[in-house]
Nanobody
């Protein structure tokens, strides 16, 4: 079993910045992906960024140039740095990990961008 613990999030004005962190623990495999998804009210969950275990990243077009990601602890902890936030970035952000045939989700953390 794998546990994902998220931290960060909160409320910020447009143009502001926030950081989200996610740490994985439990039965971790070397080969994995970790990333972030988000779900706004009334919308489907969508990809924000995926980080491969060897470091390759894949960002959604909507956040390219504004969001960056870093990892530590062999990629089992990832940090999402969100800059130039827009109201449309408001959502619940979920940490995600895939290893083998299993997919794991964090509990979600709210990000609200509003003036």
């Amino acid at each position: 079993q794998v546990q994902l613990v998220e931290s960060g999030g909160g409320s910020v004005q447009p143009g502001g910045s926030l950081r989200l962190s996610c740490s994985a623990s439990g039965n971790l495999l070397l080969a994995h992906t970790m990333g972030w998804y988000r779900q706004a009210p009334g919308k489907q969950r969508e990809l924000v960024v995926i980080v491969e275990s060897w470091g390759q990243t894949n960002f959604a077009d909507s956040v390219k140039g504004r969001f960056t990601v870093s990892g530590e602890n062999a990629g089992n902890t990832i940090h999402l740095y969100m800059d130039s936030l827009k109201p449309e970035d408001t959502a619940v952000y979920y940490c995600n990990r895939v290893q083998g045939s299993q997919t794991y989700w964090g509990q979600g953390t709210q990000v609200t961008v509003s003036s």
